[in-house]
């Protein structure tokens, strides 16, 4: 190791058989080392006695960073301890991005790799993390919610499995919940999930659970947990995420169970329904609304115009026709494979730069703005509302003043503002318009997603639902 010069390096999961050679190697030849005081304490005997010790507490890594930077420019070999790995939450991005910053001529840098908590973690569970994954942390310290909550959204909809650090602490316990509510709008609540704590130290404990069942309460600052994609299952102790050398046999077999499966509880829904009179596309749309809700108050909130979700049907399924959300969750709830067959194109105006400056001209929200904007560029769209009443409003302001003659327009905000009143309008307003509408304050972004993608589905009721005239 040269002199001037800083090795960051990661000592694994807290147990010393699991540090590297390399790493050992450059603790025993260092001039000085640095690290928060727990991980010091772990490795301590593996440092020479004369070498120089710096440590701090939580919170402290700056501190740590500008102290090893000041002893390399003095020409001391320093290395900079993280636990797992340096490069994964931990020190390595935060020396390089001060060295980058600072005045440290002649000081160079390098980074030695440790095992990571999750590798720990997914070797315990035998073989979770086989196919795609990511890591996503739910500290928000450095990081906006909004930030992570896209990054969550993103992982859950591509199928990754994911690694969650830092999932809850004192005073940060709503997050995990948060997450939870997410994935499951686009996992089965069945999926498998590892829940490790203190991974690879002499504490640790480890527990399998699924993402419908686990308890975000009993997580804290020392867990990792670990999110099962769609393929992946239990097999006695352990939990595997296939890897694809089945694929073929096991996708047709997935996709037959599957289906058994949603029959089955389409069949369950339509059993405990209390009206037998439902038109078919509404029954489909319905369905579709109790099966994503699990909540049969629907029956009685959810309105349609006669043979709406059939015109969609035939409209969306002709090609190129195009969607407008109030909201990017509802563009999320979309199927896109379903988009991607039929070549649907969705909208959603709300982070447009030209809404803000409209809004502020005309006096109105940027849901309302974002709708008008729309509307003079899709006219034809099927208007899709699933969270702002205001948007709603508009197009039934639009209808009124036959201003718009859409495909058709799903009303399904959720709240307790302007909520009813705005599907009191859209009814009023629509006209020969078809329109869906959830009655009252219920709905919700899952929900306006849910009835398109029952419009884009509806040539497949008769085979999910056997021994019925839809």
């Given at each position: 190791?040269?002199?001037?010069?800083?090795?960051?390096?990661?000592?694994?999961?807290?147990?010393?058989?699991?540090?590297?050679?390399?790493?050992?190697?450059?603790?025993r030849?260092?001039d000085?080392?640095?690290?928060?005081?727990?991980?010091?304490?772990?490795i301590?005997?593996l440092?020479?006695?004369?070498?120089?010790?710096?440590?701090?507490?939580?919170?402290?890594?700056?501190?740590?960073?500008?102290?090893?930077?000041r002893?390399?420019?003095?020409?001391?070999?320093?290395?900079?301890?993280?636990?797992?790995?340096?490069?994964?939450?931990?020190?390595?991005?935060?020396?390089?991005?001060?060295h980058?910053?600072?005045?440290y001529?002649?000081?160079?840098?390098?980074?030695?790799?440790?095992?990571?908590?999750?590798?720990?973690?997914?070797?315990?569970?035998?073989?979770?993390?086989?196919h795609?994954?990511?890591?996503?942390?739910?500290?928000?310290?450095?990081?906006?919610?909004?930030?992570?909550?896209?990054?969550?959204?993103?992982?859950?909809?591509?199928?990754?499995?994911?690694?969650?650090?830092?999932?809850?602490?004192?005073?940060?316990?709503?997050?995990?919940?948060?997450?939870?509510?997410?994935f499951?709008?686009?996992?089965?609540?069945?999926?498998?999930?590892?829940?490790?704590?203190?991974?690879?130290?002499?504490?640790?404990?480890?527990?399998i659970?699924?993402?419908?069942e686990f308890?975000?309460?009993?997580?804290?600052m020392?867990?990792?947990?670990?999110?099962?994609?769609?393929s992946?299952?239990?097999?006695?102790?352990?939990?595997?995420?296939?890897?694809?050398?089945?694929?073929?046999n096991?996708?047709?077999?997935?996709?037959?169970?599957?289906?058994?499966?949603?029959?089955?509880?389409?069949?369950?829904?339509?059993?405990?329904?209390r009206?037998?009179?439902?038109?078919?596309?509404?029954?489909?749309?319905?369905?579709?609304?109790?099966?994503?809700?699990?909540?049969?108050?629907?029956?009685?909130?959810?309105?349609?115009?006669?043979?709406?979700?059939?015109s969609?049907?035939?409209?969306?399924?002709s090609g190129?026709?195009?969607?407008?959300?109030?909201?990017?969750m509802?563009?999320?709830?979309?199927?896109?494979?379903?988009?991607?067959?039929?070549?649907?194109?969705?909208?959603?105006?709300?982070?447009?730069?030209?809404?803000?400056?409209?809004?502020?001209?005309?006096?109105?929200?940027?849901?309302?703005?974002?709708?008008?904007?729309?509307?003079?560029?899709?006219?034809?769209?099927?208007?899709?509302?699933?969270?702002?009443?205001?948007?709603?409003?508009?197009?039934?302001?639009?209808?009124?003043?036959?201003?718009?003659?859409?495909?058709?327009?799903?009303?399904?905000?959720?709240?307790?503002?302007?909520?009813?009143?705005?599907?009191?309008?859209?009814?009023?307003?629509?006209?020969?318009?078809?329109?869906?509408?959830?009655?009252?304050?219920?709905?919700?972004?899952?929900?306006a997603?849910?009835?398109?993608?029952?419009?884009?589905?509806?040539?497949d009721?008769?085979t999910?639902?056997?021994g019925?005239?839809?």
């Amino acid at each position: 190791m040269n002199k001037k010069h800083i090795t960051v390096v990661g000592t694994g999961s807290g147990s010393v058989s699991s540090i590297t050679p390399e790493v050992l190697q450059a603790l025993r030849t260092a001039d000085a080392v640095v690290g928060y005081n727990g991980y010091m304490r772990e490795i301590d005997t593996l440092i020479p006695e004369q070498v120089i010790r710096v440590s701090s507490g939580m919170t402290e890594e700056v501190d740590r960073a500008e102290s090893a930077l000041r002893l390399a420019a003095e020409g001391y070999r320093v290395v900079v301890v993280s636990s797992g790995d340096a490069g994964i939450y931990g020190m390595a991005p935060l020396i390089f991005e001060m060295h980058s910053k600072g005045d440290y001529a002649g000081v160079t840098l390098s980074v030695l790799p440790g095992l990571s908590a999750f590798q720990v973690a997914a070797a315990r569970f035998g073989a979770p993390i086989s196919h795609d994954f990511c890591a996503i942390s739910l500290s928000d310290l450095m990081t906006p919610w909004r930030v992570i909550e896209k990054r969550i959204r993103a992982a859950a909809g591509a199928d990754f499995v994911t690694a969650v650090y830092n999932p809850r602490s004192h005073g940060r316990y709503w997050q995990i919940h948060r997450l939870k509510e997410l994935f499951i709008q686009y996992r089965d609540a069945g999926t498998p999930v590892g829940i490790a704590r203190n991974a690879g130290r002499e504490d640790e404990s480890l527990r399998i659970s699924t993402l419908g069942e686990f308890d975000p309460d009993s997580l804290d600052m020392f867990t990792i947990m670990l999110v099962g994609n769609s393929s992946t299952f239990l097999s006695g102790n352990s939990i595997v995420t296939p890897r694809g050398y089945f694929r073929n046999n096991d996708a047709e077999e997935s996709v037959k169970v599957g289906q058994s499966i949603m029959i089955e509880s389409f069949r369950t829904i339509v059993s405990q329904l209390r009206q037998g009179d439902h038109p078919p596309d509404k029954l489909w749309g319905l369905i579709h609304t109790i099966h994503t809700t699990a909540d049969f108050e629907f029956e009685e909130l959810f309105y349609s115009t006669p043979g709406a979700l059939a015109s969609w049907h035939r409209q969306l399924t002709s090609g190129g026709a195009e969607i407008v959300t109030d909201v990017t969750m509802v563009q999320s709830g979309l199927r896109k494979a379903a988009m991607q067959r039929y070549g649907i194109r969705s909208y959603c105006y709300l982070g447009d730069p030209r809404v803000a400056d409209m809004a502020a001209e005309h006096g109105m929200t940027r849901s309302q703005a974002a709708i008008r904007l729309a509307a003079e560029e899709h006219p034809e769209a099927l208007f899709v509302v699933g969270n702002a009443p205001t948007a709603l409003i508009e197009l039934a302001d639009l209808l009124h003043r036959r201003k718009l003659k859409p495909m058709g327009v799903i009303g399904a905000p959720v709240g307790f503002v302007h909520v009813e009143e705005s599907k009191f309008r859209l009814k009023a307003a629509c006209g020969d318009t078809p329109v869906a509408v959830i009655d009252g304050r219920k709905g919700g972004s899952s929900v306006a997603a849910t009835i398109v993608n029952a419009a884009m589905s509806f040539d497949d009721a008769a085979t999910m639902m056997p021994g019925r005239d839809v």
